[in-house]
């Protein structure tokens, strides 16, 4: 098993819903995110991670929360490689579409947090929970 830093955003729009990606490979839906990479921030990667998965930049508006619990946090990719992802997970609003995705999406879409599609990456499940909560933050499990 790996132990990878991870990190990702919840975007919501004006109209309260949030982008998601269609991962290719899986087929599952799930928030842009993915490894920090050596010398830069969790901040930095989020913004990243989101601007080559979805096109999107954005404005990051806090941190939703830390997650690590092996319980929800571990995950068999479709290549047999098994990951335990701990991370930060950040709040963000769309501030324009100015890139073209590097191909890891096979479809993106705005979806209102209580009308998730399905089936959701198995990672991002407490996350999108807790953002539709929206109690006090941050989260950390």
Same mark, same amino acid.
């Given at each position: 098993?790996?132990?990878?830093?991870?990190?990702?955003?919840?975007?919501?729009?004006?109209?309260?819903?949030?982008?998601?990606?269609?991962?290719?490979?899986?087929?599952?839906?799930?928030? %842009?995110?993915?490894?920090?990479?050596?010398?830069?921030?969790?901040?930095?990667?989020?913004?990243?991670?989101?601007?080559?998965?979805?096109?999107?930049?954005?404005?990051?508006?806090?941190?939703?929360?830390?997650?690590?619990? %092996?319980?929800?946090?571990?995950?068999?990719?479709?290549?047999?490689?098994?990951?335990?992802?701990?991370?930060?997970?950040?709040?963000?609003? %769309?501030?324009?579409?100015?890139?073209?995705?590097?191909?890891?999406?096979?479809?993106?879409?705005?979806? %209102?947090?209580?009308?998730?599609?399905?089936?959701?990456?198995?990672?991002?499940?407490?996350?999108?929970?807790?953002?539709?909560?929206?109690?006090?933050?941050?989260?950390?499990?």
């Amino acid at each position: 098993m790996e132990l990878r830093v991870c990190c990702g955003v919840v975007v919501l729009d004006d109209e309260d819903r949030v982008l998601l990606m269609r991962r290719r490979g899986e087929g599952t839906w799930g928030l %842009p995110g993915g490894g920090v990479e050596v010398g830069e921030t969790w901040e930095q990667a989020a913004r990243r991670e989101c601007r080559e998965e979805t096109g999107w930049d954005i404005d990051l508006r806090g941190l939703l929360g830390i997650y690590s619990d %092996p319980a929800t946090q571990i995950h068999r990719y479709p290549d047999g490689r098994v990951v335990h992802c701990v991370g930060a997970i950040f709040l963000g609003s %769309p501030l324009g579409r100015t890139a073209i995705p590097d191909g890891e999406a096979s479809e993106l879409g705005w979806f %209102p947090l209580d009308r998730l599609p399905e089936p959701l990456f198995a990672i991002d499940v407490p996350v999108l929970e807790h953002a539709a909560r929206r109690q006090a933050r941050p989260f950390v499990n």
